[in-house]
């Protein structure tokens, strides 16, 4: 079973940058999306970003203009470069692959990675 692992995460200043790494154990075929989300202590989780085939890209409202997706279409990683952070982005974040089956549609979640913005 592939699996996703997330790297980056860690303790800010609120204005400071972090850049989240995400990569696939092994092989992955079919991708139809690939994202991140992010959930925060008592919160449901949320899309922050994701893009999807064809290159189209959706940012939630809270990160437009602050955070970047980016993706390494050789080794099917994904990036999120976070800029001007704020505590409100506090949260655990999440790397997300969706891959396209015969039955619809099946995620592939890696374990979360804790980014913390302080005041």
């Known amino acids: ?3 996703l692992v997330e790297s980056g995460g860690g303790l800010v ?3 400071g940058s972090l850049r989240l790494s995400c990569a696939p154990s092994g092989s992955i075929f079919g991708i139809n999306a690939m994202g991140w989300y992010r959930q925060a202590p008592g919160k449901q989780r949320e899309l922050v970003a994701v893009m999807r085939s064809g290159d189209s ?3 939630s409202d809270s990160v437009k203009g602050r955070f970047t997706i980016s993706r390494d279409n050789a080794r099917n990683m994904v990036y999120l470069q976070m800029n001007s952070l704020k ?6 974040y999440y790397c997300n692959i969706r ?15 804790q980014v913390t913005v302080s005041s």
């Open 1 to 3: 079973q592939v699996q």
């Open 13 to 15: 200043q609120a204005g």
């Open 57 to 59: 890209i959706n940012y």
């Open 87 to 92: 505590p409100e982005d506090t949260a655990v």
């Open 99 to 113: 891959i396209l089956i015969p039955t619809g549609g099946y995620d592939y979640w890696g374990q979360g990675t």
